[in-house]
Nanobody, 122 residues
Framework: VQLQASGGGLVQAGGSLRLACAGS????????MGWFRQAPGREREFVAA????????YNTDSVKGRFTISRDNAKNTVYLQMNSLKPDDTAVYYC????????????????WGQGTQVTVSS
């Protein structure tokens, strides 16, 4: 599957953004999808994942109820709604897909999008 992330941009602290990750192919609904982010000088960090069944997990330490992951299989798209954004949320956000894996370990995801930059100003 090929993935294309979009929706990043510059926003003030407290604002919102919705990221989208569009996938190719007719089997998109069967993939487990994840969002990760990487800030300058830091390791890539798990943000959220949604299984093909719809089960959702979050990195509760970092998102604490501010982010919501969802998917629309009819549109081959997974979303990340980000509210109450903070400067610490500034990062490149990546979407990932895997046929079998749905956890928080980035190396287990086989397919990756190109990333979209999110910058939150204070």
């Amino acid at each position: 599957v090929q993935l294309q992330a979009s929706g990043g941009g510059l926003v003030q602290a407290g604002g919102s953004l919705r990221l989208a990750c569009a996938g190719s192919g007719r089997t998109f609904s069967r993939y487990n999808m994840g969002w990760f982010r990487q800030a300058p000088g830091r390791e890539r960090e798990f943000v959220a994942a949604i299984r093909n069944s719809g089960t959702i997990t979050y990195n509760t330490d970092s998102v604490k109820g501010r982010f919501t992951i969802s998917r629309d299989n009819a549109k081959n798209t997974v979303y990340l709604q980000m509210n109450s954004l903070k400067p610490d949320d500034t990062a490149v956000y990546y979407c990932a897909a895997d046929w079998f894996y749905s956890g928080s370990t980035q190396k287990e995801y086989r397919y990756w999008g190109q990333g979209t930059q999110v910058t939150v100003s204070s």
